[in-house]
């Protein structure tokens, strides 16, 4: 069973701070890796993808892979309270038709 | 606008009137899939479709059908609701097998 875990939260920060979200994947074979966004009643929004180790910024975004470890994590920087709702964690799974696996995500609460 | 178009956005129907959830894309995407979101299990992949009369299950399949006689449009049939698969679903899309996906608006169906 390939799995994605993240820790359900929540996880609150005040603002201006730097948030940092966690997932680990148990498919030692997956290659690709997506963060999404999704507010509450909305539907997901792909705000991160990574395919190779190290970082990769994107604005106040900073996703990070460490296929050694099967660690994926999300840095916002300057968080908002904009930036308050849930984030997925996905990985590809690896062969056929690399299906994405969600993690349950992790609930960021930004306060003033 | 690139969207994925879904409708309706809310359904409510009795036990074993058959139905049909609309999902159109007009991003030329070869893939497409199914997601049902529940509380506490996060989304979960009904059907997916790698192009044209490709489609495949995903891990929860059962009381449902979909069919890819078009690439732009992926319908998600339920013949006979049940009460069990009263969820919020979502239909998404992506160009390619690496590519994070696009999720539409999403359907909220209420199965009484």
């Known amino acids: 069973q390939k799995e994605v875990e993240q820790n359900s939260g929540p996880l609150s920060v005040p603002e201006g701070a730097i948030a940092s979200l966690n997932c680990t994947y148990s498919?030692?074979?997956?290659?690709?890796f997506f963060w999404y966004r999704q507010y509450s009643g909305k539907s997901p929004e792909l705000i991160m993808s990574?395919?190779?180790?190290g970082d990769k910024e994107d604005g106040r975004f900073t996703a990070q892979l460490n296929k050694a470890s099967q660690y994926v994590s999300l840095l916002i920087r300057d968080s908002q309270p904009s930036d308050s709702a849930t984030y997925l964690c996905?990985?590809?799974?690896?062969?056929?038709?690399?299906?994405?696996?969600f993690g349950r995500g992790t609930s960021l609460i930004v306060h003033p | 606008e690139a969207q994925v178009t879904q409708n309706p956005r809310y359904l409510i129907t009795v036990t074993g009137k058959k139905l049909t959830v609309t999902c159109s894309q007009n991003?030329?995407?070869?893939?497409m899939s199914w997601y049902r979101q529940d509380p506490g299990l996060g989304l979960r992949q009904i059907y997916y479709?790698?192009?044209?009369?490709?489609?495949d299950k995903g891990d929860v399949p059962e009381g449902y059908k979909v069919s890819r006689k078009e690439k732009r449009n992926f319908p998600l049939i339920l013949e006979s609701p049940s009460p069990n698969q009263t969820s919020l679903y979502f239909c998404?899309?992506?160009?390619?097998?690496?590519?994070?996906?696009?999720f539409g608006s999403g359907t909220r169906l209420t199965v009484v």
């Open positions: 479709s790698m192009n044209v009369e490709v489609t």
């Open positions: 498919d030692r074979g997956s290659q690709s």
């Open positions: 996905a990985a590809t799974a690896s062969g056929g038709s690399y299906i994405p696996t």
């Open positions: 991003m030329n995407h070869e893939y």
């Open positions: 998404a899309s992506r160009p390619e097998q690496f590519y994070g996906y696009t």
């Open positions: 990574i395919y190779s180790n």
